[in-house]
């Protein structure tokens, strides 16, 4: 009899957990799962682990945990952190999944599900809890989450939590539990945030590392459209019309964009889902669990909504939307052709996005090839292939006496060509009508060149046409940065980055130098959008200006020098934009946020 998962019985694992592994279908250990699992069944060790997204982290630190505590006292002895409410019930699913017939129990603790359920829970007996940062400061806080028995204390996804804005919680939390315990993090990326956490909270602490992030991505097919933004919703149809068994997620930016893109695949007939958050803690699990269960088969979500999910066997990844960073980029890629399986990531981009997707594949070390749309004579030609393979598969069934009868009486008269010609017609409908398929215009960028060149020359030099000051009615307190003050007046006036000089964000406002002409354009486009009756971008005061800089340097003059603009990938900002979701979907100014005095003073 062959031996039970020797590669993962080599790593020291005991029998019960080899079953449930099997039971799992596992069948060789992943990198990061081969480094830590032997350390971590060696009493004491601590861990920072760095491993991709989709590279077995769970696993590779759950494993270790169920070989370890004892299931006999029904007490708090792992406490793992994770980021989202979805990663949390989706690892305390896979840990109990992974622990054979071992009496223990698992249970996600988050925000947004009811407390008194979770109380319930605890007072109960629970050897595991996964649960997010805030809701689980509540339990402890409230005492009803004991942790004077922990064994493990896990921050999973660490590098998502402190991007989050988790990390006061997170602190708390640390030093609430006993100093008798070992911790462990996992991240994706090594941030000096996360070493630094580690330094302070952790005695020892070993490093791991797997291969670089890109290899998370390697068994992924990867592919980009040039498409103008009239034309994605086509060229996705295509897409999915193309392959036979279509099961993925198409990314969004913004919610808006994600509802609209949804709907508009349910009108024309596709399983869609839309996922975001402003859905209900539990209509997300409802979307999530007919995804899994092969329900829907599309499922069009936002970066932020779509953390920490694990549906297997996805056959794509669509970036509807271009990703900011190829941080995202790899997050995103990472979620198809996991544990050796192919998969195919396709990115939409249009042509004023063409250096921003060069920089994400420059930074990335990812292999993207360029590919035309499908045409839609090859989409209704692959379609008649599919149908005539189902057909012909039917056909080698032997046919039943009771449809015999019927066949026969239905041919009297009829010839057996047309009728079943008819009989293809009516249950597969439109399949085959080509004209369901709009015309996608081609993109010349020959003659997108030249009409730039044209524009340059027409131009007047920056230096012979002097610049404007702007004054901008928002600032650090809004959450606003310069790669992002960039970013949104280039996208909402249409002006390119080269006009953008000597952008300076204060906490209260900004400001930014463009040459006359792009001032008057930026002025123009902003001249509705208002804030108490004022517009959001004015001329500046000079001495309004002179004042902040003494303030800020008392170094400069306040209109000395020129300083030309970084590029954008120079100031990326490493999860997106922080913008609000306009009505058009574009990017646009943060509201302006309230004291904490003033939001008490009027409630």
Do not use: C, W
């Given at each position: 009899m062959d031996e039970l998962l020797p590669a993962f019985k080599a790593l020291g694992l005991t029998e019960e957990t080899l079953k449930a592994l099997k039971e799992k279908g596992f069948e060789e250990p992943t990198e990061i799962q081969k480094l830590a699992i032997p350390r971590l069944l060696e009493e004491g060790t601590e861990i920072v682990g760095q491993a991709q997204t989709g590279t077995g982290k769970t696993a590779a630190f759950a494993i270790p945990i169920l070989e370890t505590i004892d299931g006999s006292s029904q007490t708090v002895q792992a406490l793992i952190l994770v980021p989202t409410r979805e990663l949390a019930g989706q690892v305390a699913e896979e840990i109990g999944s992974l622990r054979g017939t071992r009496k223990l129990e698992v249970t996600p603790i988050y925000g947004g599900a009811s407390m008194e359920a979770q109380l319930k829970k605890l007072k109960r007996g629970v050897h595991i809890v996964v649960g997010t940062p805030g809701r689980i400061l509540d339990h402890i806080r409230r005492g009803s989450l004991k942790l004077e028995n922990l064994k493990f204390m896990v921050l999973d996804e660490a590098d998502e939590m402190l991007d989050m804005g988790f990390i006061d919680d997170i602190e708390q939390v640390l030093r609430a539990v006993p100093e008798k315990k070992r911790m462990l993090m996992f991240s994706a990326t090594m941030p000096p945030e996360i070493m630094k956490l580690a330094e302070s909270f952790m005695k020892n602490a070993e490093v791991i590392r797997t291969q670089k992030k890109e290899s998370a991505t390697l068994s992924a097919d990867q592919i980009y459209y040039e498409v103008r933004e009239s034309d994605k919703l086509e060229a996705l149809t295509r897409i999915i019309d193309k392959e036979s068994d279509f099961y993925g997620v198409v990314f969004c930016r913004t919610k808006l964009q994600c509802d609209e893109i949804g709907g508009k695949l349910r009108d024309r007939?596709?399983?869609?889902?839309?996922?975001?958050?402003?859905?209900?803690?539990?209509?997300?699990?409802?979307?999530?669990?007919?995804?899994?269960?092969?329900?829907?088969?599309?499922?069009?979500?936002?970066?932020?909504?779509?953390?920490?999910?694990?549906?297997?066997?996805?056959?794509?990844?669509?970036?509807?939307?271009?990703?900011?960073?190829?941080?995202?980029?790899?997050?995103?890629?990472?979620?198809?052709?996991?544990?050796?399986?192919?998969?195919?990531?396709?990115?939409?981009?249009?042509?004023?996005?063409?250096?921003?997707?060069s920089f994400i594949r420059k930074a990335s070390r990812a292999e993207i090839r360029k590919e035309e749309i499908p045409k839609a004579e090859d989409i209704i030609e692959g379609k008649k292939a599919r149908i005539t393979a189902q057909v012909e598969e039917a056909l080698l069934q032997e046919p039943k006496n009771d449809y015999l009868d019927i066949a026969r009486k239905v041919l009297i008269g009829r010839d057996p060509e047309s009728a079943f010609a008819s009989l293809l017609g009516y249950f597969y409908r439109n399949e085959l009508d080509i004209t369901q398929y709009r015309k996608i215009e081609a993109i010349a960028p020959k003659a997108k060149k030249e009409r730039d060149r044209k524009r340059d020359k027409e131009?007047?030099?920056?230096?012979?046409?002097?610049?404007?000051?702007?004054?901008?009615?928002?600032?650090?307190?809004?959450?606003?940065?310069?790669?992002?003050?960039?970013?949104?007046?280039?996208?909402?006036?249409?002006?390119?980055?080269?006009?953008?000089?000597?952008?300076?964000v204060h906490d209260d406002c900004s400001f930014v130098s463009a040459p006359y002409s792009i001032a008057e354009r930026i002025l123009k486009s902003y001249a509705e959008r208002t804030v108490k009756g004022k517009p959001i971008v004015t001329r500046a005061k000079q001495e309004k200006k002179a004042e902040l800089k003494r303030k800020a340097s008392g170094k400069r003059d306040a209109m000395k020098g020129r300083k030309r603009r970084k590029d954008w990938e120079d100031d990326f900002q490493p999860y997106g934009r922080d913008t609000r979701d306009g009505d058009d979907g574009r990017l646009s100014f943060p509201e302006r946020k309230r004291s904490k005095a003033k939001r008490g003073r009027r409630r």
């Open positions: 007939g596709y399983d869609a889902a839309s996922l975001h958050g402003d859905l209900s803690q539990r209509e997300r699990e409802q979307i999530l669990k007919k995804m899994k269960d092969h329900q829907i088969s599309i499922l069009v979500a936002t970066d932020v909504a779509a953390r920490g999910l694990d549906i297997q066997d996805l056959t794509h990844v669509i970036n509807y939307s271009i990703p900011q960073d190829p941080e995202i980029y790899i997050h995103r890629v990472g979620r198809t052709g996991r544990a050796g399986k192919n998969g195919t990531a396709i990115t939409f981009i249009t042509p004023s996005e063409a250096r921003k997707f131009r007047k030099p920056l230096e012979e046409e002097g610049t404007t000051r702007l004054f901008i009615a928002r600032g650090r307190k809004d959450g606003l940065t310069k790669g992002m003050l960039a970013n949104i007046i280039i996208e909402q006036s249409g002006v390119r980055d080269e006009d953008l000089s000597d952008i300076e």
